[in-house]
């Protein structure tokens, strides 16, 4: 397969009242992990709705017009002439309009194609990659090209780098919740939103409150405005919305639709009442329910503003419910869905994610490993309970930055470790896992690890010291570009300093 350097990554993906913002916003995700990894972004799109287009620009991400959408011509002519203009190997198609022909015609202009799909709805994709983040996807029968790779699941579920940031924090679940969350996407052309609203003056919650999210292609904001008006209870209306994370932490339930929302609900461990807005959401409400992560309401024409009521009071009444939902959705949607998309278009072997709190076991094992003693300062044993102690002062530790490099399994390749010291320098610490040395992994975890280190950090030195007969060690830092300083003393040990400054670093 092959790789997608540090140049532009284009998208298409529309949208409008009918279609809503959906295929827009989980392309922005990903546009935002290809520009965290150093790359480009841009979007050409049929795009009616001006906030949808200012936020792409306003994250940095390019945005080029399209008058006409396939099947008319001018899409697919016009977008095989910036792919060639702008040199781009990768062409991310997220859209029900794309059928088969169109993306025949990317494949044999010589372009890279990654599909975004939920439907499984054409005889054959011809894609480097097709992309189903739904909870449902391993049921679906996807006709390809032999050597298209299929990603299914939840584990790869795009998700914003807003989201992100807020991996690993608790949630609160009160005996008894009184703020609900209500967003039915970027148009609900049939006012589902009023619906639930009027669901929510049934209930006799003391301190209730809602704040209701709409989308900027949705058609009945006069009548929502109308209704804060007549609600007895606390109700925002919010527009243009861009704290989602904030406001799903706010919330002990949400009501929504069943679209791409649903994922970033679970990562934030927040309980849905999932109401089916379209066909494609049938299974994925289905499936949401029987994991225990939602309560699927159903199709909304058929539902009542009563039926809405009865089931959010009783989620509402239950902590127990509530606390088991948000358990299973964090387990569901851990946030690496974008790093494994994105290790695979640029074609690394290797990725980087942040050292999370069960890795404490694991980094143990590694740092008493016998070659890794060895080349340490301090060759002792590590004690459980000092490695314990340590770990967690070094995961409440601002000035550390700590890294697990897992291959395209997840499995764990080696790990790697930044202490900063006083703003200026940084010490890394780097290892292998036994199994994988030998295997050039050293090298590469050091290029990713110094790249990310930089992007996310103004200090623009790295210093690595290496006992003098460490000869691995010396010649993978040697191929990561780090620079031998001198020989020299630490801790009594005969060393030597390699030296990594930024690009621009004088």
Known sequence: MGSCPEGYLIFRADSDSRMGIGHVMRCSALAQACQATGGRALFLSRCTSEPLRWRLKAAGIGFMPLEQAHPKAADLDRTLVVLAELRANWLVADGYHFDPAYQRAVRAAGHRLLVIDDLAHWPHYHADIVLNQNINADSLGYECDPDTRLLLGTRYALLRSEFLAWRGRPRAIPDVGSKVLVTMGGSDPDNVTLKVIQALRRLKIPGLAARVVVGPANPHLKALRRSIQEADYSLELLTNVSEMPELMAWSDL?????????????????????????????????????????????????????????????????????????????????????????????????????????????????????????????????????????????????????????????????????????????????????????????????????????????????????????????RAFEKAQYMRVGPLTKQREPSVLYVRKRDDAS
């Open 254 to 474: 949400a009501v929504t639709a069943g679209g791409s929302i649903c994922w970033e609900l679970a990562f934030m461990g927040l309980p849905g009442l999932i109401i089916i807005l379209a066909d494609n959401q049938l299974a994925v409400g289905q499936r949401l329910e029987q994991s225990g992560i939602g309560v699927n309401l159903g199709w909304h024409a058929s539902l009542s503003p009563e039926h809405i009521a009865q089931s959010a009071l009783r989620l509402l009444a239950s902590p127990e419910i509530r606390g088991k939902m948000a358990l299973k959705g964090q387990t569901l949607v851990d946030g690496e869905g974008t790093g494994r998309v994105m290790m695979l278009v640029r074609g690394h072997a290797l990725r980087l994610r942040r050292v999370q709190d069960d890795d404490c076991h694991l980094l143990w094992e590694w740092a008493n490993d016998v070659e890794v003693r060895e080349a340490a300062f301090s060759t002792a044993a590590i004690p459980w309970m000092d490695h314990k102690r340590w770990f967690i002062k070094k995961r409440n530790d601002p000035h550390c930055l700590q890294l697990i490099a897992v291959d395209d399994q997840d499995q764990p390749v080696g790990q790697v470790r930044f202490d900063i010291k006083e703003g200026e320098s940084a010490e890394i610490n780097v290892s292998v896992d036994r199994q994988r040395r030998g295997l050039g992994y050293g090298k590469l975890i050091l290029e990713l690890a110094t790249e990310e280190f930089f992007r996310s950090t103004p200090v623009r030195t790295i210093n690595a010291f290496i006992k003098i007969g460490n000869i691995k060690s010396i």
